[in-house]
């Protein structure tokens, strides 16, 4: 097995002068693992040496390092073979170069790997990682296998893991991944905000609104302002020796009501008061009609969330979470299994999960008995519409005098959103015709408009 460390070393010398700590952390780790590939090349020519010659590679002393690759390194005290699992996950991503030498080599059965459909690189999997680092010793392979359970900090922290190996195959056949997370940590400094994608069904929620636009009801404002106080003391409540380790991790709630009750704001406000992340997942990107694929998508999500502080807020949650049918065929049975799989995934997440529906009454009760919330949001009444009518005006093009603004909240029974529709048609119309005001007729052709999309008149 002749390594590529000569060309390595060249390109070493070919990067600029001007690293950060993060640049020369991560050249000191590539060099270390063309040693221990070098040395793994060693042993296999030379069955007189054993796996113990591996550990007298030079491993980078990272004790005056400070960047983001030796921080994480010190933050989970990892030890040579986690270590050089980083590393070697990451290599394909950094310096693919460095992994070619597995391509000349025969036969591959005996280090696994793979080639990518664009990737012209060789990419390793399970079985490369246990060859590099145990060869043919059985009694090393065993032990290296905990790399891969699911209670090993590179799953639980989703650093790394090995992808599900084809049907049939050997599990360790899987491709050894490093997350985006991890790539973006190790190449960028930092992790970026994940988009909308196949991998994470989900969107980031923002807004420009605060909690003094929101009007809701007493009782609703107080069972929202609990959510937030869970947000806020979960860390003291968790880490509390007597109530902590009988608590189930995270926080579920139900929000439920009409649409346009301020459902799917208040979610959005809860993180943006808390400091965190709101992703509304994308149901279209989550539900297929293949078998086993929801379960697939939902996972992608639930691993890249994990230990991330999100809130995950499943809006229209009845299409996920309905109620279990009585089995009458196939899909019936695979329907039901998709609802179980979603009652295991929710329950044992360890961030905040919103669901938000309009009926209440659409959500399977398995999920209901496990929520420590359940929120409703009703229809606004006069007094709050009148709120939300005086908040929602310009100060620059406000309504006129003589619009009566309490009558017709008493009058019209409507939503926020509604209401914020008719506001923004009715000052538009006012900018198109220079006016510096809202009439009433402006206003009352506005309502007009919109109750007539939900087939009410006036």
Not at 213 to 223: E, N
Request: hydrophobic letters at 40%; glycine letters at 4%; one cysteine or more.
């Amino acid at each position: 097995m002749e390594t590529d460390k000569n060309n390595y070393s060249a390109y070493l010398e070919l990067i600029s002068d001007e690293e950060t700590d993060n640049t020369k952390m991560i050249k000191a780790e590539l060099d270390w693992l063309a040693q221990v590939l070098a040395a793994r090349s060693k042993m296999q020519a030379d069955d007189s040496m054993s796996w113990e010659d591996l550990s007298e590679t030079i491993l980078p002393d990272i004790s005056d390092m400070n960047s983001e690759y030796a921080a994480l390194i010190k933050k989970y005290a990892f030890d040579f073979n986690e270590r050089f699992t980083l590393i070697f996950a990451l290599a394909v991503h950094i310096h693919p170069v460095l992994l070619d030498v597995f391509k000349r080599e025969k036969p591959a059965s005996e280090f696994g790997g793979i080639s990518g459909k664009n990737h012209r690189g060789f990419i390793p999997t399970g079985e490369t990682l246990l060859f590099v680092l145990a060869g043919n010793d059985l009694h090393q392979r065993l032990k290296l296998l905990q790399l891969f359970d699911k209670d090993h900090v590179f799953y639980k922290d989703n650093l790394i893991h090995l992808e599900d190996a084809p049907a049939g195959e050997p599990e360790l056949s899987g491709v050894l991944t490093a997350s985006a997370d991890l790539i973006d940590l190790v190449l960028r400094g930092n992790v970026r905000k994940p988009d909308l994608s196949a991998d994470f069904p989900a969107k980031l929620l923002s807004s420009e609104m605060n909690w003094d636009d929101v009007v809701l009801s007493a009782i609703t404002q107080s069972q929202v302002n609990e959510i937030r106080q869970w947000i806020q003391h979960s860390p003291q409540l968790f880490s509390d020796p007597v109530i902590g380790k009988k608590l189930k991790p995270g926080f579920r709630a139900l929000f439920y009501g009409p649409p346009g009750t301020g459902k799917t704001l208040c979610a959005c406000l809860l993180g943006k008061v808390t400091g965190r992340d709101v992703y509304r997942i994308d149901l279209s990107a989550v539900v297929s009609k293949y078998i086993g694929e929801t379960e697939k998508n939902l996972a992608k999500l639930f691993d890249r969330a994990m230990r991330k502080n999100w809130i995950l807020f499943f809006d229209e949650a009845d299409a996920l979470f309905g109620k279990r049918t009585s089995v009458n065929n196939s899909n019936d049975k695979y329907a039901n299994q998709e609802v179980s799989y979603l009652l295991q995934r929710i329950e044992y997440h360890d961030g905040l999960v919103i669901l938000a529906t309009n009926l209440k009454s659409n959500i399977d009760n398995a999920f209901l008995r496990r929520f420590q919330s359940i929120v409703y949001f009703p229809s606004p009444k006069a007094e709050e519409r009148l709120l939300l009518w005086q908040q929602s005006f310009s100060k620059k093009i406000p309504a006129d005098q003589n619009v009566n603004l309490t009558e017709i909240a008493k009058k019209y029974e409507l939503s926020g959103s509604l209401i914020i529709n008719i506001v923004s048609y009715v000052t538009l119309r006012a900018l198109s015709e220079n006016s510096r005001v809202v009439t009433m007729e402006m206003l009352v052709d506005g309502i007009s408009r919109e109750l007539a999309k939900e087939g009410r008149t006036l």
